[in-house]
């Protein structure tokens, strides 16, 4: 599954471009087409219906909801050329057919080829999941307002593990 | 039942990667790799369902030259970049960028085979 992710890789993931300060989207299948819709304004994907679809397929195998407020919509697509990792802000939260029942207020979108060089594609799954696991993080990230805060949250998070 | 209906080569096109996206995430689930990181995997049939309705969409041919090429290689549908087929890495001769580019006809590789698709330059 590729070898373990290290915090400096972890954090070079993230782009501002690619932050969602707040998300508009009403219910689950709108979350992913805003998702989508500004992957495919930056040009990180090639085609909007392929990308949704398989988003859409892939919660239909299973939520992608973690439980705790967090989800990671992810898959594969041959249609993107690289990883990427979106991440969204839900203040008010949303259902996203969580196990735990519980709204979604924060949603990382991870899009990846079907085999990088180096495949972190699930090493990257597996940070973002192990990261948030800590209610006190979850609750930081909640608060911050702009792309700054939010890498510098996640820094001393990764500083201090 | 859906009966294939003559579509565009664009479309065609489309469906495939679909396919071949899906086809990847039913592998991947079955090995559980997601389920070891907290991820509920329940619906794999529902998967194997989605599978044969997008397979009966797609036109017969084109279908079963994917399938050919799918127990050949890992990926039947590869891109082409910077105008090379990501498949074999070999040179796709210029007289057939456009052709692939504008998706006007399903082209496959000279050199491997593998059916081509242009992900924007
Ligand atoms: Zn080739």
């Not at chain 1, 932050?19 to 009403?26: H, M, R, V």
């Not at chain 1, 989800?71 to 969204?88: D, E, N, Q, S």
């Not at chain 2, 592998?27 to 529902?46: C, D, M, P, T, Y």
Request: glycine share 6%; charged share 30%.
């Amino acid at each position: 599954m590729g070898r373990p992710m290290t915090n400096r890789e972890f954090l070079a993931l993230f782009e501002k471009e690619l932050y969602i300060p707040e998300l508009d989207a009403g219910n689950k299948q709108e979350v992913l087409e805003e998702f989508v819709e500004l992957l495919h304004r930056e040009e990180r994907v090639f085609d909007k219906d392929i990308v949704l679809d398989m988003l859409l397929k892939r919660e239909n195998l299973g939520s992608t909801a973690l439980g705790n407020g967090l989800a990671i919509p992810h898959g594969r697509t041959l249609t993107t050329r690289k990883l990427v990792v979106a991440f969204g802000k839900c203040t008010q939260g949303l259902d996203f057919d969580a196990p735990d029942g519980k709204p979604v207020h924060l949603f990382f979108l991870i899009i990846a080829p079907y085999r990088e060089k180096q495949d972190q594609y699930l090493p990257t799954l597996g940070k973002i999941a192990e990261f948030f696991r800590k209610k006190r993080l979850r609750e930081k990230v909640l608060q911050v307002s702009n792309f700054e805060e939010f890498v510098d949250v996640l820094s001393s998070e990764a500083e201090s593990a | 039942m859906s009966s294939p209906q003559k579509q565009s080569p664009r479309e065609d096109l489309r469906l495939l990667v679909k396919l071949q996206d899906l086809d990847l995430m039913i592998r991947e689930a079955s090995v559980q790799q997601e389920k070891n990181l907290g991820f509920k995997i329940e619906g794999v049939s529902r998967l194997q369902e989605a599978r044969k309705e997008l397979a009966r969409s797609i036109e017969p041919r084109l279908l079963k030259s994917y399938e050919r090429l799918q127990r050949r290689y890992e990926r039947a549908v590869v891109p082409v970049y910077r105008g090379v087929c990501l498949g074999c890495f070999m040179t796709v001769p210029i007289a057939h960028h456009q052709a692939i580019k504008s998706h006007k006809t399903v082209r496959v590789c000279e050199n491997c085979g593998r059916i081509l698709c242009w992900l924007g330059d």
